[in-house]
């Protein structure tokens, strides 16, 4: 197995979810579709390391739903990753560093998925993944707010060489996450990883962003 596959259905779902890369920073266990989607449609595993498995998908289910206000169906969402081939692991805990060609790569590949279905939000998870999608052209904004985020978010050349994805600017996230940006009109709304959900007391200060994305969230996917 090259490459994780994405879950979902074009043709019902509405939620388009966006991870990193297909691997726990230190987790040597592939998944065959993202974040183990999968293990979702069938009876949650008696092993331990086979129900981690579907714990982790099951936290950005519930994820999802609580930013949506309501419990989504899971024939509502489609979960990818800005690169699905599998990476080398980063030195130490540190977070690996998607190179540019295949950060392009994806992006391209999540554009044509957007092109093809009926997303009402996206929800791109964590910095370096929403920094490829601004500098990459797949944000239609070009604000000042977006321009300063990517010379933030843009990673250090010390890391990048290592490997590693370490931002050059002090906290960028916290100025984009949970602001509604757009791909060629359906609504991007940035939001921390389902790692750091739920909040934890050292985060407390995206509790204001992600109180603003919960916001968003639940208005665009409200039943009409």
Known sequence: ????????DLTTATILVIGHDPRLQRSQAQAEVAFF???LTRPRPTSRSEASKHDLAKAVWDYVSVLAGREVLLTELYVTNLCNEFLEHAPGS???LVPDDLARRGVEQIAQTVALGHFKVILPMAVQTFYHLCHLGFIDEDS????????????RTAGAAQGL??????????AVCGRRFHHRGVPVVPIVHVKQWPLRPRATRYAEPMARAQQEISRLVSPR
Request: hydrophobic fraction near 40%.
């Open 37 to 39: 989607f999968d293990y």
């Open 94 to 96: 540190g977070t690996v």
């Open 165 to 174: 994805y370490v931002q050059s600017g002090k906290a960028p996230f916290l």
């Open 1 to 8: 197995m090259n490459a994780t596959k994405p879950f979902g």
């Open 144 to 155: 000042e707010v977006v321009r300063r985020f990517i010379h933030a978010a843009c990673p």
